[in-house]
């Protein structure tokens, strides 16, 4: 179900649906990283317990990001804003075929 919802998201996006191995590896990473501090900041994880299951992330910073939690629809709305902007500049940088 995971990887048909990252090959879903890799199409509409025009990115390759199948990522190559340093992707894949990214992805995997900025998922523990999210894992790590969502664990810590909400869960009431203890750094021990969060650095046992996901590592502890290095080069990054819990005060670089927003943990403020969100309603579901807060949460919905801001992905859409932010997808209708992403969807505008690949609309501008995508040449017709002549």
Do not use: M
Not at 25 to 34: H, N, P, S, T
Not at 87 to 95: A, C, G, N, S
């Amino acid at each position: 179900c995971e990887l048909r919802l990252q090959r879903a998201i890799h199409l509409r996006f025009s990115l390759p649906v199948e990522p190559s191995a340093g992707l894949r590896k990214e992805i995997k990473r900025a998922d523990q990283v999210a894992a790590y501090f969502e664990a810590t900041l909400l869960a009431g994880f203890s750094t021990a317990e969060a650095t046992e299951f996901f590592g502890r992330p290095r080069g990054f910073n819990a005060d670089r990001f927003d943990f403020t939690p969100h309603s579901v629809t807060w949460a919905q709305n801001a992905f859409l804003e932010r997808y209708a902007a992403i969807e505008k500049l690949r609309r501008q940088t995508v040449q017709p075929a002549d």
